[in-house]
C-alpha cells in the first residue's frame, strides 16, 4: 500500500477511527495487524519474511537475557540469519550475474539460474531497525522484551516501515510500551507535516523526476542536457525521500508516536561531514554505530606507529574505517557497480575532508563570509555522487564523465538551460524552507508556531492556512505522472 493511494486514504481514517477507541494493549493489536496488512496489501508473501526477522531477534534477545554467557552465539544468530535473508533477497541476482560474467571472461559458459529474486519492498529498512533492537540487547543498551507483541509492533509499524525513517529500539520500543493520548495540538502538526509531505511529492518530485526519467532514458544525451537531468534527480530524491519521511512522521503523531527528523536541509551542507549529518540521518547514525565505530576502533588497535606520513593512527583509523563503511552504505543502497562508486566516492570524499581538517587544524579559523562558497562547492559534488548513483550502466557512466562542454549543439545548450530553469523552479519552496530554517527562522514545517506563549487561535489558524495552501497546491500543480517513492527498492 503506498501513502498517495485513495486505499491508503481509507485504511487511514479507519485505523484512526477504531485506534482512539481502544485501551493500550488493544491498540498495539490493531497496530500490528493494520501493519501487516498495509505491508502485504499487494504481495501477502512478504509478510513470512517480516515476520521471520521479527521471531529471530525476539528470541536471540530472550536467549541473551536467559543465557547471558552465550550472549555472542544469539548475536550471531541475529547477525547471520538478518543477513542472509537480505543478502539472498537482495543481491543473489547480482551475485549470480556477475560470476557467470567472470567466468565467460575466462571461457567457461555456464547457464545462468532460473531463478529471478524479487526484491521485497523496505527489507532494508525494517531488517536494519530489528537488528539495532539485538545489538541493543547484546551490548547493554537496551532491555530484552518480553512480550511479541511490542516487539512485532516495533518492527512493522507502518508509517515507516517502506522507507524509514529507521528507528532504535531505545526510542520507538518505549512508546510502543507506553500509553498513548490524542492530542488535538499534536493532530495539526501532523495534518501541517503531511500536507507538506504530499506537496514535496506530488508538486515538486513528481514534476522534476519526470525531466530526469527523460534524460536518462536518452542514449546519448549532450553535457548540458545530461547535467540539467542531473540537477533535477538531485531535486527529486531529496523531495521523494524527505516527502515520505515528512509523511511518516504525520501519520505516526496521528497515533501518538514521534519518529526522528531524518533530513536536516542537506543541501545547504558545508562539507562532506555536515552532509552526512544532515541526509537520511537514521541510517548515517545506524552506519556510524554499527559499522563504522567498531571497524575504526580495531584499524585503530592495529596500527603500530603513532604516526604515519604526518598523520595519527585516529586519522588513518577514521579514513579506513570510513570507506569500509560508505562502501557497504553503498551496497545497502542496491546490488549494482555504480551504489558500489557511489558509496566508495562518498567515502573518499569523508577521508580526504578528516585529512585535511587534520593537516590544517592548527591554522582553521572561522570565515563566515566562506559558508556560500562551501555550500555552492559540496552541492557541485553532492551532484556529481548523484550522478553515479542514478546512472546504472558503467558505460553510460564512462560516457558522461566524458563529456565536454564546448561539444554540443545549441539546441542541446537551449535545452539544458531550458530543463535546469524548470526543475529550479519546481524546487523553489524547497530552497526557501531550507535558507529560512538555516538563517534561524522559524522552520515552516517541522518546528512551526510551538512558542506556548502564542495564543491557541493564532496557531490553529496559521497551521490551517498553510494546510490549505499546501493542498490547494497539490490540486493545481501536481504531476500527470505519479512515480513511486524512489526508496521503495531499497
Not at 98 to 109: E, F, P, S, Y
Not at 177 to 190: C, I, L, N
Not at 351 to 373: E, H, K, N, Q, Y
Not at 420 to 439: D, M
Request: proline share 4%.
Amino acid at each position: 500500500m503506498i501513502f498517495h493511494s485513495l486505499d491508503f486514504v481509507v485504511f487511514f481514517l479507519v485505523m484512526v477511527a477504531l485506534y482512539w477507541g481502544l485501551p493500550h494493549r488493544w491498540q498495539n493489536v490493531l497496530l500490528l495487524g493494520g501493519s501487516y496488512l498495509f505491508y502485504g496489501w499487494v504481495h501477502p508473501w512478504f509478510l513470512w519474511l517480516i515476520f521471520a526477522t521479527t521471531f529471530i531477534d525476539y528470541w536471540s534477545a530472550r536467549g541473551m537475557d536467559v543465557w547471558p554467557r552465550r550472549r555472542k552465539a544469539f548475536l550471531w544468530l541475529s547477525i547471520v540469519t538478518n543477513f542472509g535473508l537480505l543478502g539472498f533477497f537482495k543481491y543473489f541476482n547480482f551475485f549470480v550475474d556477475n560470476v557467470a560474467g567472470l567466468l565467460a571472461l575466462a571461457g567457461w559458459q555456464i547457464p545462468r539460474p532460473m531463478l529471478d529474486v524479487l526484491l521485497p519492498v523496505g527489507i532494508s529498512f525494517y531488517t536494519f531497525q530489528s537488528m539495532s533492537y539485538t545489538i541493543d540487547v547484546y551490548r547493554g543498551h537496551a532491555k530484552a522484551r518480553t512480550s511479541f507483541l511490542d516487539m512485532a509492533t516495533f518492527v512493522a509499524f507502518f508509517p515507516h516501515l517502506v522507507a524509514g525513517p529507521i528507528m532504535r529500539a531505545t526510542n520507538l520500543l518505549p512508546q510502543v510500551e507506553g500509553e498513548r493520548r490524542f492530542s488535538p495540538s499534536a493532530a495539526r502538526d501532523a495534518t501541517l507535516l503531511v500536507a507538506w509531505g504530499f506537496f514535496k511529492k506530488l508538486v515538486i518530485a513528481d514534476n522534476v523526476g519526470t525531466i530526469a526519467n527523460k534524460v536518462f532514458a536518452l542514449k546519448a544525451p549532450e553535457f548540458y542536457v545530461l547535467w540539467a537531468g542531473v540537477f533535477a534527480f538531485c531535486i527529486q530524491i531529496y523531495a521523494d525521500f524527505s516527502a515520505y519521511t515528512d509523511i511518516a512522521r504525520g501519520v505516526a503523531k496521528w497515533f501518538g508516536f514521534d519518529l526522528i527528523k531524518n533530513f536536516e536541509h542537506p543541501y545547504l551542507a558545508t562539507g562532506p561531514t555536515d552532509f552526512w549529518r544532515r541526509w537520511n540521518i537514521s541510517l548515517s547514525t545506524w552506519f556510524r554505530d554499527y559499522v563504522f565505530l567498531p571497524v575504526a576502533y580495531t584499524l585503530s588497535d592495529r596500527i603500530e606507529s603513532d604516526r604515519v606520513f604526518f598523520l595519527d593512527a585516529t586519522t588513518w583509523a577514521y579514513v579506513g574505517g570510513m570507506l569500509v563503511t560508505m562502501l557497504t552504505a553503498g551496497l545497502w543502497h542496491g546490488a549494482s557497480w555504480n551504489f558500489v562508486i557511489w558509496g566508495t566516492y562518498h567515502g573518499v570524499l569523508l577521508g580526504l575532508a578528516r585529512i585535511a581538517g587534520a593537516v590544517g587544524r592548527r591554522r582553521r579559523r572561522r570565515r563566515r563570509w566562506l559558508t556560500p562558497f562551501q555550500v555552492a562547492g559540496m552541492f557541485l559534488l553532492t551532484n556529481l555522487g548523484w550522478l553515479f548513483f542514478r546512472e546504472t550502466e558503467l558505460a553510460a557512466l564512462v560516457r558522461d564523465l566524458t563529456l565536454s562542454p564546448f561539444q554540443t549543439t545549441v539546441l542541446g545548450r537551449q535545452t539544458g538551460v531550458y530543463l535546469f530553469l524548470l526543475a529550479a523552479l519546481y524546487s523553489v519552496p524547497l530552497w526557501i524552507q531550507s535558507v529560512w530554517a538555516e538563517l534561524g527562522g522559524v522552520d515552516l514545517v517541522g518546528a512551526m508556531l510551538h512558542d506556548e506563549a502564542a495564543p491557541d487561535f493564532r496557531r490553529v489558524a496559521v497551521q490551517a492556512c498553510l494546510s490549505g495552501l499546501l493542498f490547494a497546491g497539490l490540486l493545481v500543480l501536481h504531476s500527470t505522472a505519479s512515480l513511486d517513492f524512489i526508496y521503495f527498492r531499497f
